[in-house]
């Protein structure tokens, strides 16, 4: 069975910072990423990272949000900084692995000003 926990989200004023963590287990790290959603917006992808360690991010959060993963813990961090108000949003760890999108339920990320 896949499963994909996210944890590490929290309340923080803005100019900070938090680490998001994804657990795989059922799947081995393929490409990964991450999305976030608020009541007010769709869904709104984050940044992604390929097997092979390429990343990609938002134009939003470039510069500010880090990718990276331990293979041997089977996660994915995403490290956050200088974080801004709008920035909070429920964010959700996705997996791609053998043409499956596997989706976690998400960490909540409230930034206040």
């Known amino acids: 069975q896949v499963q994909l926990v996210e944890s590490g989200g929290g309340s923080i004023q803005a100019g900070g910072s938090l680490r998001l963590s994804c657990v795989a287990s059922?799947?081995?790290?393929?490409?990964m990423g991450w999305f976030r959603q608020t009541p007010e917006k769709q869904r709104e992808w984050v940044a992604g990272?390929?097997?092979?360690?390429?990343?990609n991010y938002a134009d939003s959060v470039k510069g500010r949000f880090t990718l990276s993963r331990d293979n041997a813990r089977q996660t994915v961090f995403l490290q956050m900084d200088a974080l801004k108000p709008e920035d909070t949003g429920n964010y959700l760890c996705t997996a791609l692995y053998n043409g499956d999108d596997y989706w976690g339920q998400g960490t909540q990320v409230t930034v206040s000003s």
């Open positions: 059922g799947i081995r790290l393929n490409h």
């Open positions: 990272m390929t097997s092979n360690g390429e990343m």
